[in-house]
């Protein structure tokens, strides 16, 4: 059982707006640690997606974007397409385990 | 251009030691601030992190694996090894090794491609 808390599964149309929420605890994205997140391929390796919350690195569309707020953080994806299709995952940092955490991840299926 | 390679067996039998070797390019681990992390992922299940090494070798470990882990560098050969002891069919994975960045703690920005590790007898 992961230490954050994704939904295992979203989908929507091409065009549409998604959203995944990334639930933590107060040991970790609410003690103030930053939430990264990483789009993993069918068959890839994960590849940084949103890093410290809310910013994206170089190449990555402006279509994906993060935030954060307490104890949750929140990956949306704009403008839906088909090679958006892949798994998602939160990333962060807890305090009481000394230990960086991952969410269970969550499968987008672009319909 | 940071890039990053997992090398070792792909198949180990319970109860023996698994060696991996990360050897990297674009960095180096004797400069301020960088390190390397892995993170392993069974099956069909989420990601996992196992450990990190930072540029001044200071080391940190998952503490549900720390009594069987070990993360060593060799920087000038520009590699990071994974020891983990006593393997177990739960082991069964494929195990990432990645850039660490951001400062502490950190985010992973460059990750190698993955070897799939069976361990089986």
């Known amino acids: 059982q992961s230490v954050l808390t994704q939904p295992p599964s979203v989908s929507g149309a091409p065009g549409q707006r998604v959203t995944i929420s990334c639930t933590g605890s107060s040991s970790d994205i609410g003690a103030g640690y930053d939430v990264h997140w990483y789009q993993q391929l069918p068959g890839t390796a994960p590849k940084l997606l949103i890093y410290r919350n809310s910013n994206r690195p170089s190449g990555v569309p402006d279509r994906f974007s993060g935030s954060k707020s307490g104890t949750s953080a929140s990956l949306a994806i704009t403008g839906l397409q088909a090679e958006d299709e892949a798994d998602y995952y939160c990333q962060s940092y807890d305090n009481s385990l000394i230990n960086w955490v991952f969410g269970g991840g969550t499968k987008l299926t672009v319909l | 251009q940071i890039t990053l390679k997992e090398s070792g067996p792909t198949l180990v039998k319970p109860t023996q030691t698994l060696t991996l070797t990360c050897t990297f390019s674009g960095f180096s681990l004797s400069t301020s601030g960088e390190g390397v992390g892995w993170i392993r992922q069974p099956p069909g299940k989420a990601l996992e992190w196992l450990t990190v090494i930072y540029w001044d070798d200071d080391k940190r470990y998952s503490p549900s694996l720390k009594s069987r882990l070990t993360i060593t560098k060799d920087t000038s050969k520009n590699q990071v090894v994974l020891t983990l002891t006593n393997m177990d069919p739960v082991d069964t994975a494929t195990y990432y090794c990645?850039?660490?960045?951001?400062?502490?703690?950190?985010?992973?920005?460059?990750w190698g491609q993955g070897t799939l590790v069976t361990v089986s007898s």
């Open positions: 990645a850039h660490g960045t951001g400062g502490d703690p950190y985010y992973f920005d460059y």
